[in-house]
């Protein structure tokens, strides 16, 4: 049982690259989330899905978009990819609305 | 207004003694708190949750809840070097999908 598995786990990007952060867990929960955690800022939220087929806008959505390929999937997209993007993300799962949230290691991410 | 606030600390204490760590939240409809705790280059970890006004013990850690003052704390007695970390806060919004998270409170415990 892997629980949230989160790849890759760092990753060095030139100014206007892309890339898809992937995020899976295997605990059959129904909603997964994207954050960003930047130094005295805590957890920020970046995307929400909260079931299959859905997905929303968080705090601080501007610059990613997501998929929720099916259950198990939820990926994150940095089509041109900044400076201002560079951050440990954060992927997480929630059984259901109002209970705790599971976190994958988290992805370090540089953007240069 | 932040939806949660946290004082960033730091917050230092000497080992066995009381540390104390609050939580303010602006959504009056939030029905479930959490607290988690993170060791520096780590993911989140639950130590608590608390989903109803009044103490919740687990161990060394107690959770208080006021929803009328719209308040979370942490209390964990005897303080060890080991729970040095940084202690985030998080409040699920009333719909009931978002997990929102402090800035994160940073202790020490001083051996």
């Known amino acids: 049982n892997a629980g949230v598995t989160q790849t890759p786990k760092f990753q060095v990007l030139k100014t206007g690259q892309s890339m898809t952060l992937q995020c899976a867990q295997d605990?059959?929960?129904?909603?997964m989330y994207w954050y960003r955690q930047d130094p005295g800022m805590g957890l920020r939220l970046i995307y929400y899905?909260?079931?299959?087929?859905?997905?929303d806008k968080g705090e601080v959505p501007n610059g990613y978009n997501v998929s929720r390929l099916n259950k198990r999937e939820f990926s994150l997209r940095l089509e041109s990819a900044a400076p201002s993007q560079t951050s440990v993300y954060f992927c997480?799962?929630?059984?259901?609305?109002?209970?705790?949230?599971?976190f994958g290691q988290g992805t370090r991410l540089t953007v240069v | 207004q932040k939806e949660v606030e946290q004082n960033s600390g730091p917050l230092s204490v000497p080992e066995g003694a009381i540390a104390s760590l609050n939580c303010t939240y602006s959504d009056r409809g939030s029905q479930s708190f959490f607290w988690y705790r993170q060791y520096s280059g780590k993911s989140p970890e639950l130590i608590m949750s608390?989903?109803?006004?009044g103490d919740k013990e687990d161990g060394r850690f107690t959770a208080q809840l006021n929803k009328a003052s719209q308040y979370v704390s942490l209390l964990i007695r005897d303080s060890q070097p080991s729970d040095s970390a940084t202690y985030l806060c998080?409040?699920?919004?009333?719909?009931?999908?978002?997990?929102?998270f402090g800035a994160g409170t940073r202790l020490f415990v001083k051996a």
């Open positions: 997480a799962s929630i059984r259901r609305g109002g209970t705790e949230a599971f």
């Open positions: 899905s909260a079931s299959e087929g859905t997905t």
């Open positions: 998080a409040v699920i919004n009333t719909g009931g999908f978002k997990t929102i």
């Open positions: 605990m059959n929960h129904n909603s």
């Open positions: 608390i989903y109803s006004n």
